[in-house]
């Protein structure tokens, strides 16, 4: 795992032959996100801009604009082809397909 600016939480499930990815990124626009796939790896980019009323007093700031860019290893190789992505209440769920060719397949014995 490798990751760059803010950190970005992350859970990876097994279902079935496939993997799912969930991502807590709180406040971002669905077009300010980016994911790549190669082969058994992941990467998230991103970013989230909070913006002020002009001419505004601020008298606290806690949200902040952010930058994430994280990369993960998967445990198997995806079919990037098929990945699949959803983001709704600042949750992103990446469904990742097992590949057909990282598959086991039986072998008759003759």
């Known amino acids: 795992t490798t990751g760059r ?25 669905k077009e300010d996100v980016q994911i790549e796939i ?12 909070v913006e002020y009323a002009e001419k505004s007093s601020v008298h606290r700031v806690e949200r902040r604009n952010i930058k994430f860019d994280r990369t993960l290893k998967l445990p198997i190789k995806v079919d990037a082809d098929q990945v699949k992505a959803e983001y709704k209440d600042g949750i992103l769920k990446v469904s990742l397909p097992r590949a057909e060719a990282d598959k086991p397949r039986l072998v008759a014995v003759a």
């Open 38 to 49: 190669k082969e058994n790896l992941i990467r998230l980019a991103g970013h989230r801009t």
């Open 5 to 29: 600016g803010s950190s970005l939480t992350v859970n990876v499930f097994e279902k079935d032959d496939d993997l799912v990815l969930f991502a807590e990124i709180p406040g971002v626009k």
